[in-house]
């Protein structure tokens, strides 16, 4: 009955968003839509009852989606992409949308305006977006001092970034942005990424060199924290560069690669419309294959041949995001060897019922592969 009546309830949900309120949020600035949604989160997010009401719309859950991954314990395996909730402030309605878990940030050492305005985009034919923010957020101060006062219900990501300012461009100066942002959050939050991804800052993404990432992984090796590590890819990387991180990964305290961040190629044949920037970097449907290849890739090249080796006793977990708009997309992911999920776009193009839709579609297609639990699926179609 509580399947039944969750399907039907999210049915209706997407009706009314598909042919109401989208045409009309499609219509205005993708930017302001954005902040409006944060503020009426957070706003939702205040108050219990606020909250249950929210969670009686959204929520769902089940058994066989829950999960524990380096000690975390996860309802489900559907998480938020980092860039949504820049600043932390939607992490107390999440859990009421359904959400098995969120990454915050992109937060850098100081606090940053992010690039100038126009910066966000919506390419309806691609089912993407194109995102130019440049990393925008309220800095690392402001946002661990607003984490510390609150409840976390759901294993929330703590995803830092370089600041994006001329004066982080050297290699050393930029380490010890990052290393600032990280002490902040050593007790905050269930895990870390760091984000060596990101298509829009200034100086571009230096430590996906592995000489620079090795100098950035050994400082960050001092400093003691017991969450785990996620570094944060870009779909864009050769195999070869993806080698050379892997290979530097495994020496530090690394548990695991987000694959993966926006595509800065305009060389792709998901590509539907006609782009206005040169600047920025792409989501969506676009950046769907690339992930899924990346994450194929990593989980081949780390996750099988670790579970027999005896000396590391033990696996990278992967998190896929890119293109997941459905629970068949998620499937796909899982099954190629994520643990998780995580997405932006999917939410924004088919509303925030998708992620009940996703999590309740993917108990369904265990259940026709036979297995009886999430975990069982994850590489299942890439030994
Ligand atoms: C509006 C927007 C802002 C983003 N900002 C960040 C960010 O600050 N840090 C980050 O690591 N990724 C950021 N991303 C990338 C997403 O986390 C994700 O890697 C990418 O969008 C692909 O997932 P999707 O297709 O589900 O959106 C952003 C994406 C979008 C759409």
Redesign the pocket.
């Known amino acids: 009955m509580y399947e039944l009546i969750t399907a039907l309830r999210n049915r209706t949900h997407k009706l009314l968003y598909k042919n109401i309120l989208q045409p009309v949020l499609f219509q205005i600035d ?1 930017e302001i839509i ?1 902040d409006r949604m944060v503020t009426i989160g957070q706003f939702l997010g205040k108050f219990y009852v606020l909250r249950q009401i929210t969670s009686l719309f959204f929520n769902y859950s089940n058994k066989n989606l829950e999960q524990e991954i380096l000690g975390i314990k996860f309802n489900n395996p559907v998480g938020l ?4 909730d ?1 600043n932390a402030q939607l992490t107390q309605i999440l859990p009421s949308l359904g959400f098995g878990f969120a ?1 915050v ?2 937060i850098t050492g100081k606090p940053c305006k992010g690039n100038p305005k126009p910066r ?1 985009w919506r390419l309806k034919k691609s089912k ?2 194109l ?1 130019y ?1 440049g ?3 309220d800095g690392s101060d402001a946002i661990s001092k607003k984490l510390k006062k609150l409840r976390l219900e759901i294993p929330i990501g703590i ?1 830092i ?1 370089k600041t994006n300012s001329k004066d982080t461009v050297k290699v050393d100066a930029g380490i010890r942005d990052y290393a600032k942002a990280f002490k902040k959050f050593i007790s905050i939050g269930a895990y870390f ?1 760091i ?1 060596i ?2 298509p829009n800052a200034y100086g571009g993404q230096p430590f996906t060199d592995s000489v620079k990432l090795e100098k950035l992984l050994t400082r960050i090796d001092k400093i003691y924290t017991n969450k785990p590590i996620f570094l ?1 890819l870009s779909p864009d990387l050769t195999n070869n560069d993806v080698d050379k991180i892997l290979e530097v990964s495994e020496k530090h305290r690394v548990n695991g690669f ?1 694959c ?3 595509t800065k190629n305009r060389n792709n044949s998901r590509i539907k419309d006609s782009i206005i920037s040169k600047e920025g ?1 792409v ?3 676009v ?2 294959d690339l ?1 899924n290849d990346l994450i194929s890739y990593v989980y081949k090249k780390t996750c099988v041949s670790h579970a027999q080796n005896k000396k590391t006793n033990g696996k990278f977990v992967i998190i896929g ?4 708009f459905k629970a068949e997309d998620a499937y796909k992911k899982i099954k190629l060897g994520a643990s998780l999920v ?7 193009y088919e509303s925030p019922q998708v992620i009940s839709e996703i999590n309740q579609g993917l108990v369904k297609l265990l259940v026709k592969d036979g297995y009886s639990n999430i975990s069982q699926a994850i590489g299942a179609d890439n030994k």
């Open positions: 993708p954005h992409g980092a860039g949504f820049k990454e940030g992109s966000l993407s977006l995102v923010y990393l925008k957020n995803n970034a990424t984000n991804s990101c944060k987000i993966a961040n926006l970097g989501s969506g449907k950046v769907e992930s995001l890119g293109g997941v995580q997405l932006i776009t999917g939410m924004i």
